[in-house]
């Protein structure tokens, strides 16, 4: 199969972008069938934003908490309890042990990684 570049309009910003033949074989390659409709910085503003969103002091992780958003997941908020800070986990907290959001788990990690060594 033969792919040429296609000017294309942003859903978005509505400027005007180039969809590569090596991104159209790349599509084709993982079997997606629909073309971009946000131009690559739309894109990348979009993934950014639902990264991490805070609201009141809630983290929610949206989809990159479930394996990239391939598969939907059931996320209860809870308290870090390291910084206090809200966060969602995967799993609902019992309160028979701490829970705590990831930057907080990964120093815990690190700090008893170096205490092993």
């Given at each position: 199969?033969?792919?040429?570049d296609?000017?294309?309009?942003?859903?978005?910003?509505g400027?005007?972008?180039?969809?590569t033949?090596g991104?159209?074989e790349?599509?084709?390659?993982?079997?997606?069938?629909?073309e971009?409709v946000?131009?690559?910085?739309?894109r990348?503003?979009r993934?950014?934003?639902r990264?991490?969103e805070?609201e009141?002091?809630?983290?929610r992780?949206?989809?990159?908490?479930?394996?990239g958003?391939?598969?939907p997941?059931?996320?209860?908020?809870?308290?870090?309890?390291?910084?206090?800070?809200?966060?969602?986990v995967?799993?609902?907290?019992?309160g028979?042990?701490?829970?705590?959001c990831?930057n907080?788990y990964?120093?815990i990690?690190?700090?008893?990684?170096?205490?092993?060594?």
């Amino acid at each position: 199969m033969s792919f040429a570049d296609k000017a294309l309009v942003c859903r978005d910003c509505g400027g005007s972008y180039v969809f590569t033949a090596g991104e159209q074989e790349f599509y084709a390659s993982k079997g997606l069938q629909n073309e971009p409709v946000r131009c690559p910085a739309c894109r990348t503003a979009r993934k950014t934003a639902r990264t991490n969103e805070v609201e009141d002091g809630y983290v929610r992780y949206g989809a990159f908490a479930s394996f990239g958003g391939r598969t939907p997941r059931q996320m209860h908020p809870a308290t870090c309890a390291e910084c206090g800070m809200m966060t969602e986990v995967p799993f609902v907290p019992r309160g028979d042990r701490p829970v705590y959001c990831s930057n907080c788990y990964n120093k815990i990690r690190a700090r008893e990684s170096e205490a092993s060594s």
